[in-house]
């Protein structure tokens, strides 16, 4: 009976994610499309258990704690808002599932927050107007175009001060543009360095620069004697007349109430969740996908706030990039860390890439596509969700990959690159052949398929024209002199999720019938379309600011 | 009401003798160290805290130096933030001890470290 119940909350919330997504009604969606009718049929009999709504509690006889405002995970968003609120006078505590702070955003390998800054004029970068800026999020591929256009123009016109704020907190950020998604050039992408080695640059922390702003931000919170409860995930909100009290945490002595005005959810996306996934993504693209995130990431404050009747949307959307070359089955669906070792890297290259059937299938040139990674989901759709990217002796070393295929961000060779290229040689997972005949066998294709694009591919090569799918000549460089070098890489992973809680203007969690429940606050990828560090760090600033001025009686 | 007050007795016993049940492993009773030392005598036991463990260990500043020779180094890694995580995370004293990177780090890019 339970199940049947839900089954039709989630017929009825499909109908209408798909309906709100594509404008037409919900019967219209369900009327000619019978295989979602099949779906939802299908997955009546499939329970989610870890997907389901997290109730609230009621008070306890005394609160072990008592604060302001709560601050539900220590990732960017979280140690943004927490920072900001108790700069504004309130008494703030943090909580935090993990051993440590910093959540994903430490994972990130920088941020494109950087616009209309001070720091973007001192490098006499262009200097863009707030509609322009609002543009560039929306046309960038990712989540951000689907946060709430009165939202949107908050956080893009509070990330200057936001970035400003952050370096006089002592976060050094590196003057070259790392990032630069768009043609335009925009020298948008900056990231934090060693504040203790500067001269290293950005190539130090590579590729998790992110520490940067979550190590200040911590280092900030405790000046402030923000108290954080490390290794205490929240468990449930706690609710008086449906008001927010308080929260209750589940740390090793126990579970802990913590009494406040205010609760700022900033758990982070699902990603680590797989009921949650399987609940909400359509399969094929979870399919040999695993997790960037930590292993924290499941979900909890969309869970906790879904218990008190929260509109959730966009669930179904996933970032992908590729499954790299050391995939493996077993880390499917889990927590790992994987993502910069140098086969994965070398996948990543704008080399010849080509499936199963030993064809070439893409501009291996594209970074950016729907779900950020183009490369990413044009191999996940390959037979398997498998592909081969292939060098010769001309192409392996780093310095001839940084001089021919001119890689930026992830696909930038780490400092470990010399050292591990011969032990992946060695282990079989970069193969090495002195003949394609031979590189075919090892990668157990069809050697005359082989033969037969590796000499197209350098036909067009020697042409300076992409024929065939139209990469830049200046990436092509022809696989012609031994020994030939091939990477597998198979499935794809996800960076994070984009759904999350509605929010209105002042970041408030809306209920069903779309109006704010008292109390409770939300930022970072915890609200739907939020999941970007350029995104967490204002809007943490914006909730945490909201927060505070709303339980400390302040006029706006 | 003497059977009760059997029962109660049996119960009571019972049930200090589950609170007070020596752990099947103690590493540190090879030192000769007191339960008490590490979780003082208050109730329920739970994990010591970073400082405790620092009284006899030395803090992370110390183990940081202690293991520099390590790659990585475990007390200096990369994700920890500025806070020193619970000693008790990798280093059990009642079972096996395990290293928490490779929680996430797997396969191959587990790190082979001896965690004593």
């Known amino acids: 009976m339970k199940q049947e119940n839900n089954s039709a909350k989630d017929l009825s919330r499909r109908s209408f994610l798909k ?16 295989s979602l009718a099949s779906t939802a049929a299908t997955s009546r009999k499939v329970s989610h258990p870890e997907a389901e709504p997290l109730a609230p509690v009621a008070p306890p006889l005394k609160w072990d704690f008592e604060a302001d405002i709560v601050v539900v995970g220590a990732g960017g968003a979280g140690m943004s808002a927490a920072v900001t609120a108790a700069e504004a006078g309130a008494k703030v505590i943090l909580l935090e599932k993990n051993p440590w702070c910093g959540g994903d955003t430490s994972l990130t390998s920088g941020a494109e927050g950087n616009l209309g800054s001070r720091m973007q ?9 707030l509609d322009q800026r609002v543009q560039y999020w929306i046309a960038v591929p990712g989540p951000t175009s689907f946060v709430n256009p009165t939202m949107l123009r908050q956080i893009v016109a509070e990330q200057g001060p936001t970035f400003d704020w952050l370096e006089d907190m002592g976060v050094r950020v590196c003057e070259d543009v790392v990032f630069d998604w768009l043609p335009e050039k925009l020298g948008i992408g900056h990231t934090p360095i060693d504040p203790e080695h500067p001269e290293e640059g950005w190539q130090r922390w590579h590729p998790m620069n992110g520490r940067g702003f979550t190590r200040a931000l911590e280092k900030r919170a405790r000046e402030l004697k923000i108290p954080i409860l490390l290794e205490s995930p929240a468990s449930a909100l706690v609710t008086r007349d449906h008001k927010i009290v ?43 996908v695993r997790t960037m995130s930590y292993p924290g990431a499941t979900g909890d404050g969309i869970r906790m706030a879904q218990g008190l009747g929260a509109t959730v949307d966009i669930m179904d959307e996933i970032e992908r990039w590729d499954g790299g070359a050391l995939w493996h089955p077993d880390s499917v669906g889990e927590a790992h860390a994987w993502y910069y ?15 199963l059937q030993a064809q070439r299938f893409f501009d291996e040139s594209i970074i ?67 003949t394609i005949n031979e590189l075919a066998g090892k990668m157990g294709l069809d050697p005359d398929a082989l033969t037969k694009s590796v000499n197209r591919y350098n036909e067009l090569c020697d042409k300076k024209h992409d024929d065939d799918f139209f990469k830049a000549a200046e990436y092509m460089q022809p696989i012609r002199r031994p020994s030939f070098y091939a990477v597998k890489q198979r499935g794809g992973t996800m960076f994070n999720t984009w759904g999350g809680l509605v929010v209105d203007d002042k970041f408030h969690v809306l209920d069903k019938a779309w109006k704010a429940i008292p109390g409770l606050f939300v930022a970072g990828e915890n609200a739907a379309g939020g999941a970007r560090v350029a995104f967490c ?12 001025n709303e339980v400390l009686g302040k006029s706006v | 009401m003497n059977r009760l007050r059997i029962v109660f007795v049996v119960l009571a016993l019972a049930a200090s003798s589950v609170a007070a049940a020596a752990p099947q492993q103690n590493k540190h009773a090879a030192k000769k160290v007191s339960c008490e030392a590490c979780h003082g005598v208050a109730n329920p036991i739970v994990a010591p805290k970073v400082e405790q463990c620092s009284t006899c260990h030395g803090d992370y500043k110390k183990l940081k130096e202690d293991t520099k020779n390590i790659n990585p180094n475990p007390h200096d890694a990369f994700h920890l933030g500025n806070g020193d995580i619970r000693c008790s995370l990798c280093h059990k004293n009642h079972q096996e001890s395990t290293l928490l990177c490779n929680q996430c780090h797997v396969q191959s890019r587990k790190f082979d470290i001896r965690v004593p």
């Open chain 1, 121 to 129: 004029k001192r490098i006499g970068a262009p200097q863009l107007t």
């Open chain 1, 341 to 355: 070792a140098t086969p994965n890297q070398l996948v990543r290259q704008k080399s010849l890439t080509v499936n």
């Open chain 1, 368 to 434: 950016l596509g729907y779900h950020y990674s183009y490369q990413g989901a044009a191999s996940q759709s390959q037979k398997d969700h498998t592909s081969f990217t292939l060098f010769d002796a001309d192409c392996i070393s780093k310095e001839d990959i940084i001089k021919k295929f001119r890689p930026f961000a992830c696909e930038y060779p780490t400092r470990w690159w010399d050292e591990q290229f011969p032990k992946y040689v060695a282990d079989g997972t970069i193969m090495k052949a002195d």
């Open chain 1, 246 to 288: 308080g929260v209750a945490a589940k740390t090793s002595e126990g579970i802990r109430h913590i009494g406040a005005k205010a609760v700022i959810l900033t758990t982070g996306g699902f990603s680590a969740n797989k009921d949650m996934l399987t609940k909400y993504v359509p399969a094929r693209r979870i399919e040999d």
């Open chain 1, 537 to 548: 760090l204002p809007a943490g600033r914006l909730a945490g600011r909201n927060a505070a």
């Open chain 1, 19 to 34: 309906s709100s997504a594509v404008g037409v009604s919900a019967t219209a969606v369900v009327a000619v499309t019978p």
